[in-house]
């Protein structure tokens, strides 16, 4: 990979119109000029002149961030090898004389024969599982064990959910009731594994990174450019998703195929095997890795902060408490400066740096609230999309493997982005910021569904049941679908990659850079949790999901994602004029007792 990345850092109209603009530039905790620190030792920091008038770029991503990136890859090939096949474990029944599970070629494969309502929810509990244990994994991290040791503990909890997994499929076991018990215990130690893990690996490849502040450096052909962290930043989770890729779509194909021909022990011990290579790597490099120290109860100082700042500020009157807790000065009076002595409270044992901090990382948090609208959209990729499939000409494609789509767009368009999208935007002069991306984003995945709508449209037009595709059947009971190729779905799959390239990704880096060194994990939590609620809200749009009304599940969908694109905007705006300013804040100090 290159070294450096042009960009256009036009940030000049800073200047006008909003107070929390003129608040942000005149702010004490704006870095300086000079720093002493090991890390900027030897750099020349930028002037504001520079900052207008030089492009800025990204810096080398270090090895130790690779080495991570090699664990997600990893983590993530179990993670969905495992589970893609969870569906047909739990609905389909044991084919007969079968102590494996597996189809062959012209059979299909299962185990519980519990049916699709007992799969759905089943997998459902898994999915918000997963998404919820991160808040656990955070505190743990940012309160105790520090991301590291918490990363470690992650991957043995996770691997004995994977040995449950392996034993609820061995024949002998399989063919059992208790089979369902070893499975769901396997599904609930593998999930909190996983939440644990998740919070905190994504903060970790990040840390790698160490440089906090802008400096001035020379290309080789003698070009004067300004390298940025928060480019850097931004480069190392585009491929840190980049692994995650593809770790899932090597994990759900190959495992996929070992189900059906070998049996679901083969699924569920291949994944437990490739996650092994964790601890061996975690190890190699425990000398090598930027480690954060937990520093205690952070949470509940920034929690009692906020409630501090928020008192005589509520009203029966909605409209004004919303204005109150959105006023300008609602950080700044609550600033250890602004409190004397005697009225300080006991635990306000930090400095006016740390509540700048705390006041950006609630801004994330915020930003996150719209998330969950976005991550609706993406999850008809899991469920939906697959469903449509079927009622299309697959010509010997299994409709699952469809779904597959989506990881490799990403594998192949995170590299198209990185080294040409965005640095031709940039010489372009369009500063693409963290928060414009988001908005397309939700606008790539609104189009998405628009294209889902139109398929299904056509889908009921074409097919000799009409309006009951998914059930139809001939006269000797074969399926019916209809002649459209199964392959014009491709744009639908492509538009959410664009979409995750856009809002997932950059949400990752939105969460690590707008939080408190104090409190990343636990910030990278709640942007994770908000797929939890996604997942909970998705339920209630289930009457949706079938014949005739799958066109409008999909124009739902759309357009709830391109309102909310609307709106995200129209609230950040504000918030995105001020993203240098908030990418340049100095850390702040906080005292804790660790417990």
């Not at 995945?445 to 449209?457: F, I, L, P």
Request: charged content about 15%; aromatic content about 12%; glycine content about 8%.
């Amino acid at each position: 990979m290159a070294d450096i990345h042009a960009d256009d850092p036009a940030l000049a109209a800073l200047g006008h119109s909003e107070k929390l603009d003129e608040k942000l530039q005149s702010s004490e905790s704006v870095a300086p000029v000079d720093l002493n620190d090991h890390d900027h030792e030897g750099l020349t920091l930028p002037t504001e002149e520079e900052r207008v008038i030089l492009r800025r770029v990204a810096d080398s991503i270090p090895w130790n961030a690779y080495l991570i990136g090699f664990v997600e890859l990893a983590e993530r090939f179990s993670f969905y090898g495992s589970s893609v096949v969870f569906t047909n474990f739990i609905q389909q029944s044991l084919p007969p004389g079968s102590h494996t599970g597996a189809g062959g070629t012209d059979g299909q494969s299962g185990a519980l024969g519990l049916g699709q309502q007992t799969a759905t929810g089943l997998s459902t509990f898994y999915q918000f599982w997963c998404y919820v244990t991160p808040l656990i994994g955070a505190w743990i991290a940012d309160t105790h064990w520090g991301r590291f040791n918490t990363v470690c503990v992650a991957v043995v909890v996770a691997l004995i959910g994977h040995v449950i997994l392996i034993i609820s499929a061995v024949p002998g076991v399989i063919e059992e009731k208790g089979a369902l018990g070893a499975f769901v215990i396997g599904l609930i130690v593998t999930g909190f594994g996983t939440g644990l893990f998740k919070s905190n690996i994504s903060p970790l490849i990040a840390e790698q990174y160490r440089r906090t502040k802008q400096f001035v450096s020379t290309t080789k052909s003698g070009e004067k450019v300004i390298v940025d962290p928060v480019l850097t930043v931004s480069r190392m989770y585009m491929y840190f998703y980049f692994f995650i890729n593809v770790g899932s779509v090597i994990g759900q194909i190959s495992m996929t195929y070992a189900e059906k021909y070998v049996g679901f022990w083969l699924a569920y011990t291949l994944p437990t095997i490739v996650f092994l290579l964790c601890p061996f790597i975690l190890f190699y490099g425990r000398n090598r890795y930027v480690r954060t120290p937990p520093t205690g109860s952070v949470f509940s100082t920034a929690l009692r902060l906020w409630k501090f700042a928020a008192r005589g500020r509520w009203s029966i009157n909605p409209v004004k408490t919303w204005r109150n807790l959105r006023a300008d000065d609602f950080w700044e009076n609550v600033k250890p400066s602004r409190i004397s002595e005697k009225d300080r409270p006991r635990w306000m044992t930090f400095d006016d740096l740390w509540v700048d901090e705390v006041r950006r990382g609630f801004k994330a948090c915020a930003v996150f609230c719209w998330f969950p609208v976005y991550w609706l959209t993406y999850n008809q990729i899991n469920n939906n999309l697959l469903s449509q499939a079927a009622t299309m000409s697959t010509h010997g494609l299994p409709n699952d493997v469809l779904s597959n789509l989506d990881p490799l767009a990403l594998i192949i368009f995170i590299p198209i982005f990185d080294l040409l999208v965005y640095p031709a935007l940039r010489r372009m002069k369009l500063n693409f910021t963290a928060l414009k991306k988001i908005t397309a984003g939700f606008m790539t995945g609104a189009m998405s569904m628009v294209w889902a709508a139109v398929v299904q449209h056509y889908i009921y037009r074409t097919n000799p049941c009409r309006y009951s595709a998914a059930t139809c059947k001939g006269s000797e009971g074969n399926v019916l679908v209809s002649p459209l190729n199964v392959w014009i779905q491709s744009g639908s799959y492509v538009l959410i990659a664009f979409s995750e390239i856009f809002a997932s990704i950059t949400g990752l880096e939105y969460a690590f850079t707008k939080a408190p060194k104090n409190m990343r994990s636990l910030v990278m939590s709640v942007f994770l949790f908000t797929s939890a609620i996604a997942s909970a809200i998705g339920e209630a749009f289930v009457s949706l999901s079938t014949d005739p009304l799958l066109v409008w599940n999909y124009g739902v969908m759309g357009v709830l994602a391109g309102i909310a694109g609307i709106f995200f905007w129209l609230s950040t705006r504000k918030l995105d004029r001020n993203e240098d300013k908030l990418n340049n804040l100095r850390e702040g100090h906080l005292e804790t007792n660790k417990a």
